[in-house]
């Protein structure tokens, strides 16, 4: 069993910037791919971003590339999400999530354990 706990969200103006924490605990977290997903009102949940075990390897959603920086520090079993540029449109419940078989990348259904989000508004 893992357990995630998100942190760092808030309030900010449009072109701010935030840092998302997610702590894990539990299992050995080196041993699991590590996502951020989002959920606004009346969407779907969406992909963010996710990196590897190691955290050599990464990708994002097209709608937060260049803008978004998913890294993860194994030492402190915690993984950020630094996010800059923000928009309107990124507002949003953030979850962090863990995949034991370091195969699910943009799938959420592939994830194991999930985070109980932490809230993202971004003023216009």
């Known amino acids: 069993q893992v357990q995630l706990v998100e942190s760092g969200g808030g309030l900010v103006q449009a072109g701010g910037s935030l840092r998302l924490w997610c702590a894990a605990s539990?299992?050995?977290?080196?041993?699991?791919?590590m996502g951020w997903f989002r959920q606004a009102p009346g969407k779907e949940r969406e992909f963010v971003a996710d990196i590897s075990r190691g955290g050599a390897s990464t990708s994002y959603a097209d709608s937060v590339k260049g803008r978004f920086t998913i890294s993860r520090d194994n030492a402190k079993n915690t993984v950020y999400l630094q996010m800059n540029s923000l928009r309107p449109e990124d507002t949003a419940v953030y979850y962090c999530a863990a995949d034991a078989s370091g195969l699910a990348y943009y799938r959420d259904s592939k994830y194991d354990y999930w985070g109980q989000g932490t809230q993202v508004t971004v003023s216009s």
């Open positions: 539990g299992r050995t977290f080196s041993n699991y791919r």
